[in-house]
Each structure stands twice: as C-alpha cells, then as structure tokens.
C-alpha cells in the first residue's frame, strides 16, 4: 500500500527557510517519481519540484527555482524539499505525490501522479 506523509510545514517570515518531508512507505524510492505540489487559497494546484525516482533528474517550477531544492534519502524512504528566500507567495498547502512519470514535461501535472499524502500548510508572513 504506498503511503506518503508531508510535514514541516509552518509561519515562517520573508526571506525564512523551512524544510518540508514526505515520509514514504509501502514502496521504494527508486520505484516511482517524487512530485511537490502546493495549493493557495483560492488558486489551482501547482507543481513545485520533481525528483526522478533514479534521483538524476529534478525538476522546479520558474517559480521557486534557485530558492528550493528537492533531495532525497534512500535509506530513508524520505524526499525533502529545502526552501530559502520564502515569500508571502510561496504561502500554501504543500502536498507530496508519486508517480511514474513517463515525460520530464510531464512533472509539473497533478494528473501523472497516482498517490498523494495529507498537505502540510506553510504561511509567510511578518
């Protein structure tokens, strides 16, 4: 049964750094696609960041990329996404999501992924 639970979310100010997990389990990295998602009040669900399930390729949104950074632990079972320089803007829910994703375009789009964890709200402001 493939399960994923994202936390660490938080208030956090401008410019602050949080660091987000998604705990896997009934499954190993290496079988499937890491997506980070996020949802704003009010607004459609956007892809944030994709770590390929081989690890060698990753994806950002123009959004975030230069600020946020997706890793992960093997041994872990655990994908992290490290954000720095956080803006008002980067406040919402985030959501991790696997999936086989056949295309590297194919990242950014909710519907490539089969399994999605509970969010974990992140809120920027001073």
């Known amino acids: 049964d493939v399960q994923l639970q994202a936390s660490g979310g938080g208030l956090v100010q401008p410019r602050g750094s949080l660091r987000l997990s998604c705990a896997t389990s009934?499954?190993?990295?290496?079988?499937?696609?890491i997506g980070w998602f996020r949802q704003a009040p009010g607004k459609g669900r956007e892809g944030v960041s994709c770590?390929?399930?081989?690890?060698?390729?990753?994806y950002y949104a123009d959004s975030v990329e230069g600020r946020f950074t997706i890793s992960s632990d093997n041994a872990e079972n655990t994908v992290y996404l490290q954000m720095n320089g956080l803006k008002p803007e980067d406040t919402a829910v985030y959501y991790c999501?696997?999936?086989?994703?056949?295309?590297?375009?194919?990242?950014?789009?909710?519907?490539?992924?089969?399994?999605w964890g509970q969010g974990t709200l992140v809120t920027v402001s001073s």
């Open positions: 999501a696997a999936g086989r994703v056949s295309a590297v375009y194919d990242y950014p789009k909710s519907s490539a992924y089969d399994s």
């Open positions: 009934g499954f190993t990295l290496d079988e499937y696609d």
């Open positions: 770590i390929s399930s081989s690890g060698g390729t990753t």
